[in-house]
Nanobody
Framework: QVQLVESGGGLVQAGGSLRLSCAASGRTFSSYAMGWFRQAPGKEREFVATIRWSGGTTYAADSVKGRFTISRDNAKNMVYLQMNSLKPEDTAIYYC????????????????WGQGTQVTVSS
C-alpha cells in the first residue's frame, strides 16, 4: 500500500525558515516525479514545486521562486521542501504528491497524495 507522510510543518514568524519532509513507502518511487502543493483556507490547491525522478530538474511556482527549494533522496524515498524567507501568505496545508509523469505541476498529475502538514507564518 502506497503511503506518503509529510512532516516538518509548524508555526514560524515571517522571515523564518522551515524544512518539510515527505517519506514515501509501499513501492519504489525513483522513476516517479515528486512535488509539493499547498492549500489555504477557502482556496484551491496550488502547485508549489516539483522535481523529476532524476533529481536534476526542478520547477517552482513564481510565488516561491528564490525562496523555496525542492530536493529528493531516491535511496531513502524522500522528498524535501526547504522554505526560506517565509511570508504570511505562505500559510497553508502543504501536501506531498507523486506522479508517473515527468513532473507534477497540477493536482491532476498526482497519483498519490500525503495527508498534509500545516504551515503557519505569523506577521
Amino acid at each position: 500500500q502506497v503511503q506518503l507522510v509529510e512532516s516538518g510543518g509548524g508555526l514560524v514568524q515571517a522571515g523564518g525558515s522551515l524544512r518539510l519532509s515527505c517519506a514515501a513507502s509501499g513501492r519504489t518511487f525513483s522513476s516517479y516525479a515528486m512535488g509539493w502543493f499547498r492549500q489555504a483556507p477557502g482556496k484551491e490547491r496550488e502547485f508549489v514545486a516539483t522535481i523529476r525522478w532524476s533529481g536534476g530538474t526542478t520547477y517552482a511556482a513564481d510565488s516561491v521562486k528564490g525562496r523555496f527549494t525542492i530536493s529528493r533522496d531516491n535511496a531513502k524515498n524522500m522528498v524535501y521542501l526547504q522554505m526560506n524567507s517565509l511570508k504570511p501568505e505562505d500559510t497553508a496545508i502543504y501536501y506531498c504528491a507523486v506522479g508517473r509523469g515527468l513532473v507534477v505541476t497540477s493536482p491532476n498529475d498526482a497519483d498519490y497524495w500525503g495527508q498534509g502538514t500545516q504551515v503557519t507564518v505569523s506577521s
